[in-house]
């Protein structure tokens, strides 16, 4: 059986430092992973995914994640937050299993 | 805009009614998805119709159904509502397969009263 966690419910982090929102998972087969990101009132925003290749996924906003195979996480990062960033994420193993998802808040 | 469109916006009724809620996909998308959004249960998939057919069922009541039409749109109908049913309802389109991502509609909040 799939499953996804995200392990926090909430990250804080002040403006212009890194920041990283966890995701951990557990598939019998390749993964395909995603990142999703909810602004308040809206409906869930494509960020991006892991198919194969690459463990470093780039995506929109200058955001990225890096998939780890061994520790099987998939943790979104970004070198530099912006207020602006302060949202839901929500991390997803294949089409139909979320995480309970992490707010993050960016103070200035 | 990711071009999935959901109507109504907002819809508030009482417990017992009935509502129907509908969703177009992006233009090309076979595969329909509808969730479930409350405060305290994050996002829970309901179900899934690809090119008119049911594929995939998850939490979804027995109250409620859906379907999808020959033009690809498709509709949540939730009966006997009850006050737990109050939630955002989200209707996301995927291209078939695995691999790739899906987009959200902005969403129905519904409350039931």
């Known amino acids: 059986a799939q499953s996804v966690a995200q392990p926090e419910d909430q990250v804080n982090v002040a403006e212009g430092n890194p920041l990283t929102v966890k995701c951990t998972y557990s598939?019998?087969?390749?993964?395909?992973l995603f990142w999703y990101v909810q602004y308040p009132n809206r409906g869930l925003q494509f960020l991006l995914k892991y198919i194969t290749g690459d463990n470093l996924v780039k995506g929109s906003y200058g955001f990225e994640a890096e998939f780890n195979k061994s520790q099987t996480s998939f943790h979104l990062k970004k070198p530099s937050a912006l207020v602006s960033d302060s949202a839901l994420y929500f991390c997803a193993v294949g089409k139909l299993i979320f995480g309970t998802g992490t707010r993050l808040q960016v103070f200035p | 805009d990711s071009g999935v469109t959901q109507t109504p916006k907002h819809l508030i009724t009482a417990t017992g009614q009935r509502v129907t809620l509908r969703c177009s996909p992006r233009s090309g998308d076979l595969s329909v998805y509808w969730y479930q959004q409350s405060l305290d249960q994050g996002l829970q998939f309901l179900i899934q119709y690809y090119n008119g057919e049911e594929r995939a069922k998850g939490n979804i009541l027995e109250r409620f159904s859906a379907q999808q039409f020959p033009d690809l749109h498709s509709e949540l109908n939730l009966s006997s509502l009850e006050l737990g049913d109050s939630a955002l309802y989200f209707c996301?389109?995927?291209?078939?397969?695995?691999?790739?991502?899906?987009?959200f509609g902005p969403g129905t909040r519904l409350t039931v009263t």
């Open positions: 598939v019998s087969g390749n993964p395909y």
């Open positions: 996301a389109s995927s291209i078939a397969g695995e691999t790739y991502e899906q987009y």
